[in-house]
């Protein structure tokens, strides 16, 4: 069993390369302590090893517009507004956007705090009868 953070990171890294590999173009389902099986198509799963590659290795994990649309749940132009209106910070590598998977992490906790706020303000202002 691995001890250190980078050794589960590792071992973590190698199970993801293996039930890539296993998947091919159909996806797998995911399995993490007793949790339930999550079903991840096959470009989600890299990007899932790709970051936890990146932990393993003690780097920051870098994802392009694409993956980290993905991750958000926006479009990528949408995103790359958010990049350009530096809202999201990036590094850009020739044509590429890169974004730090950190960055992303921080700025979808920023914007579900930000959700809640307004969905705690819509039901005050419904209870108080000024919807």
Same mark, same amino acid.
């Given at each position: 069993?691995?001890?250190?953070?980078?050794?589960?990171?590792?071992?973590?890294?190698?199970? @993801? *390369?293996?039930?890539? #590999?296993?998947?091919?173009?159909?996806?797998?389902?995911?399995?993490?302590?007793?949790?339930?099986? $999550?079903? @991840?198509?096959?470009?989600?799963?890299?990007?899932?090893?790709? $970051?936890?590659?990146?932990?393993?290795?003690?780097?920051? !994990?870098?994802?392009?517009?694409?993956?980290?649309?993905?991750?958000?749940? $926006?479009?990528?132009?949408?995103?790359?507004?958010?990049?350009?209106?530096?809202?999201? !910070?990036?590094?850009?590598?020739?044509? #590429?956007? @890169?974004? !730090?998977?950190?960055?992303?992490r921080e700025f979808k906790t920023r914007r579900d705090r930000?959700?809640?706020?307004?969905?705690?303000?819509?039901?005050?202002? *419904?209870?108080?009868?000024?919807?």
């Amino acid at each position: 069993m691995p001890n250190t953070r980078s050794e589960r990171f590792a071992a973590l890294d190698a199970q @993801l *390369e293996v039930a890539l #590999r296993a998947a091919g173009s159909q996806g797998t389902a995911v399995t993490v302590g007793g949790g339930e099986p $999550v079903d @991840l198509p096959p470009d989600t799963l890299k990007t899932l090893r790709k $970051v936890v590659h990146g932990l393993a290795s003690g780097t920051e !994990p870098m994802l392009t517009t694409t993956e980290a649309a993905d991750f958000l749940g $926006v479009s990528r132009p949408y995103l790359t507004r958010l990049l350009k209106a530096g809202r999201i !910070p990036y590094r850009k590598t020739g044509n #590429r956007h @890169l974004v !730090p998977a950190t960055a992303l992490r921080e700025f979808k906790t920023r914007r579900d705090r930000q959700f809640d706020q307004l969905d705690r303000l819509a039901a005050a202002e *419904e209870d108080l009868g000024l919807r």
